[in-house]
């Protein structure tokens, strides 16, 4: 039996032009700008190596999780705010999550290797126990982790390669160094659904070249990924930004699975 889970109306984000941190002035360009045709040998393998180093040492544990989506269109209008806290298991691929979608919808999310559970609210209505295929669950929204997956973040910050490095900063009270990069146009379509990737593709021509996504990426003195965020923004139009703050690494994860008896399989997009 199935039944289709409803999901909630949002802005949707297809794509974007992004500066990025364009008032900012990285090490590299610093160096470049002091030392000439001797900064020529750029550093960005040897820090995107690093940032690659610890966002595999973060799939390699596990993490609270807060990520924070903000979605935006026009100016005047109010940007909308997606909250899923969770906690995860990276090595073993499972976690749980609690989405909210400011006032409209809330739903508990738990994820396993092999499928995705939801449950919840949506206005007035009220959402049991279903499940889709994790390798069902699509990106409908760009800079939207399907199923608020965390594991999808850390995936495309790691298929970046022009990392700088901007320094030192504290993130949840943990000193880190923070690292810059353009987010490739491979990242940025990661699992996206065939509607979502064709509005890519045909903004990507529009544009005629790569849409200027960025990652940032904020590893501590244990050389661990602690928070990545996601950004694009077309000035005066449409912005999206997620933020995902990892803490408590290590720390174990209990995962319940809801019962097979209890939970319906979907066709449906992904809630939550």
Same mark, same amino acid.
């Given at each position: 039996?199935?039944?289709?889970?409803?999901?909630?109306?949002?802005?949707?984000?297809?794509?974007?032009?992004?500066?990025?941190?364009?008032?900012?002035?990285?090490?590299?360009?610093?160096?470049?700008?002091?030392?000439?045709?001797?900064?020529?040998?750029? =550093?960005?393998?040897?820090?995107?190596?690093?940032?690659?180093?610890?966002?595999?040492?973060?799939?390699?544990?596990?993490?609270?999780?807060?990520?924070?989506?903000?979605?935006?269109?026009?100016?005047?209008?109010?940007?909308?705010?997606?909250?899923?806290?969770?906690?995860?298991?990276?090595?073993?691929?499972?976690?749980? %999550?609690?989405?909210?979608?400011?006032?409209?919808?809330?739903?508990?999310? %738990?994820?396993?290797?092999?499928?995705?559970?939801?449950?919840?609210?949506?206005?007035?209505?009220?959402?049991?126990?279903?499940?889709?295929?994790?390798?069902?669950?699509?990106?409908?929204?760009?800079?939207?982790? =399907?199923?608020?997956? =965390?594991?999808?973040?850390?995936?495309?910050?790691?298929?970046?390669?022009?990392?700088?490095?901007?320094?030192?900063?504290?993130?949840?009270?943990?000193?880190?160094?923070?690292?810059?990069?353009?987010?490739?146009?491979?990242?940025?379509?990661?699992?996206?659904?065939?509607?979502?990737?064709?509005?890519?593709?045909?903004?990507?021509?529009?544009?005629?070249?790569?849409?200027?996504?960025?990652?940032?990426?904020?590893?501590?003195?244990?050389?661990?990924?602690?928070?990545?965020?996601?950004?694009?923004?077309?000035?005066?139009?449409?912005?999206?930004?997620?933020?995902?703050?990892?803490?408590?690494?290590?720390?174990?994860?209990? %995962?319940?699975? =809801?019962?097979?008896?209890?939970?319906?399989?979907?066709?449906?997009?992904?809630?939550?």
């Amino acid at each position: 039996m199935r039944r289709r889970v409803p999901s909630v109306a949002m802005a949707c984000v297809a794509a974007a032009l992004s500066s990025g941190c364009a008032q900012q002035t990285s090490e590299s360009e610093a160096q470049a700008a002091g030392n000439g045709s001797a900064a020529a040998a750029s =550093p960005y393998a040897n820090y995107t190596q690093a940032v690659r180093a610890a966002v595999q040492k973060t799939r390699e544990t596990s993490a609270r999780t807060v990520m924070k989506t903000e979605m935006g269109t026009t100016p005047g209008e109010p940007t909308h705010t997606i909250t899923a806290k969770g906690a995860h298991d990276f090595a073993r691929n499972s976690g749980t %999550v609690n989405s909210k979608v400011e006032d409209v919808a809330e739903f508990d999310l %738990v994820l396993t290797p092999e499928r995705i559970y939801v449950r919840g609210t949506a206005g007035t209505e009220t959402v049991p126990w279903s499940y889709t295929g994790r390798a069902d669950a699509k990106v409908q929204h760009a800079l939207r982790a =399907p199923g608020n997956d =965390p594991a999808h973040l850390l995936r495309q910050a790691s298929m970046s390669s022009e990392y700088d490095r901007f320094g030192t900063e504290t993130v949840a009270g943990t000193a880190t160094t923070r690292y810059h990069a353009p987010l490739s146009h491979k990242a940025l379509v990661l699992n996206m659904s065939k509607e979502m990737l064709g509005k890519s593709e045909q903004l990507r021509d529009m544009l005629g070249g790569e849409i200027p996504a960025t990652a940032d990426v904020w590893v501590d003195k244990q050389q661990r990924a602690v928070q990545i965020r996601l950004s694009m923004n077309i000035p005066g139009a449409v912005s999206s930004t997620t933020t995902l703050t990892l803490t408590d690494l290590g720390r174990a994860v209990k %995962v319940t699975v =809801p019962t097979a008896e209890g939970a319906l399989d979907s066709d449906a997009p992904l809630a939550g």
